[in-house]
């Protein structure tokens, strides 16, 4: 199906092919509706072609000249006044055209009307042409207007899209340095008390910066890896909170090959926790609980360490959210001075 899709897409986008598709459907309309008639489909398909080269004449200038050129550009009059005039000539052309050609080729002993009082004279019948050359023009403008609708909706959804992966990647590039900022911080720490703990934080580290700088370049990544690179997130932030957290997390158990956001979670876990430089840290609890069922992730986070204005809902994760899982998802976040109560869930 999105194989007949993206081929149609690209036949109504080739100007030559999609002009050549609406003449043709005009051009079969008449005969096709004329079958319960007693005229023949030939003969039926031979009248429409005399009404073609009028049809054509007020559909492309109605289209690429009096809209554009006079009606879009604020020049009513003209535009009116153009339109009345394109009314009557193409009208009376159509009846000279099929009094003249069409008419002694079918019935030649029918009474016709000289092209001296078809051009001088607008006759009841004329109006009558006008309807049958404008319908043509009229559909065919419509198609060309919905047809720029859909071409701008997908211009504005490429620029949203274009606008939120720069946003996106704004954002890693500010988790980057905040986050090893934080990080070599800790390490000079437990280099200098010579910790045992130190050679392997830098493991961790280097761990969190393959992936961040390099595993996060896919659109998808597995669900499996995010939170492999949350548990290892965790184990640097433990140490990086020197003993003050207390760590409570809840892992699902089968995550049965999902796929998900690269730093989708992490962009919310790293949002929720405190990063001010804190020469004393008061004892926190921080709860992280990770579900996954029938192809739904839920997360809930709940953490008592003190903030005054971190640990707002980041937007650039809603956005995230936003665009990727549009109706698939849910992100409440509760801030209070002393508590954060944060819960999403999304539909993978």
């Keep these: 199906m999105e194989v007949v899709n ?34 023949s489909f030939a003969e039926a398909l031979i009248i429409k072609l005399f009404y073609l080269p ?52 079918f019935a030649p002993a029918a009474e016709r009307t000289s092209w001296r009082d078809i051009f001088l004279r607008f006759q009841q019948i004329d109006a009558f042409y006008v309807i049958w050359v404008y319908w043509v023009p009229l559909t065919f403008a419509s198609l060309k207007l919905i047809k720029q609708s859909f071409e701008r909706k997908a211009a504005i959804q490429e620029l949203e899209k274009e606008k939120i992966q720069v946003e996106l990647d704004t954002l890693q590039s500010q988790l980057h340095p905040r986050f090893l900022s934080n990080t070599l911080k800790t390490i000079h ?13 830098i493991a961790s580290l280097s761990d969190m910066l393959d992936y961040m700088l390099y595993q996060t370049q896919s659109k998808q990544v597995s669900l499996a ?7 290892t997130f965790f184990e640097i932030e433990t140490l990086r909170q020197n003993g003050n957290m207390r760590l409570h997390l809840t892992w ?19 949002n929720a926790l405190v990063q001010e430089d804190r020469s004393k840290q008061e004892d926190f609890e921080f709860k992280f609980q990770m579900d996954y069922r029938d192809q739904e992730l839920s997360v809930a ?14 937007s650039a994760l809603q956005q995230q959210l936003n665009w990727f899982y549009p109706d698939r998802h849910q992100l409440d976040w509760k801030v209070e001075p002393n508590r954060l109560y944060a819960t999403l869930n999304v539909q993978l």
């Excluded at 050549?20 to 005229?39: A, D, N, V």
């Excluded at 986070?301 to 980041?314: A, F, L, M, P, W």
């Design 6 to 39: 993206t081929a149609m897409t690209r036949l109504l986008s080739n100007r030559w092919a999609s002009h050549t598709l609406f003449w043709l459907g005009i051009l079969l309309s008449y005969p096709i509706l004329s079958l319960g008639m007693e005229q």
């Design 54 to 105: 009028t049809q054509m004449i007020a559909a492309y200038l109605l289209v690429y000249y009096q809209l554009p050129k006079l009606l879009y550009t604020g020049k009513i009059v003209a535009f009116l006044s153009s339109l009345l005039v394109s009314f009557y000539v193409l009208s009376t052309l159509t009846h000279g055209i099929i009094d003249h050609l069409l008419i002694p080729n």
């Design 189 to 201: 720490r437990l280099s200098v008390a010579q910790s045992d703990a130190a050679p392997e934080l």
């Design 225 to 231: 890896q995010e939170v492999e690179i949350l548990q």
């Design 252 to 270: 699902p158990e089968e995550v049965n090959g999902a796929q998900i956001k690269p730093l989708l979670l992490f962009s919310m876990v790293e």
């Design 301 to 314: 986070i709940n953490s008592t360490q003190v903030r005054s204005n971190y640990g707002k809902e980041s």
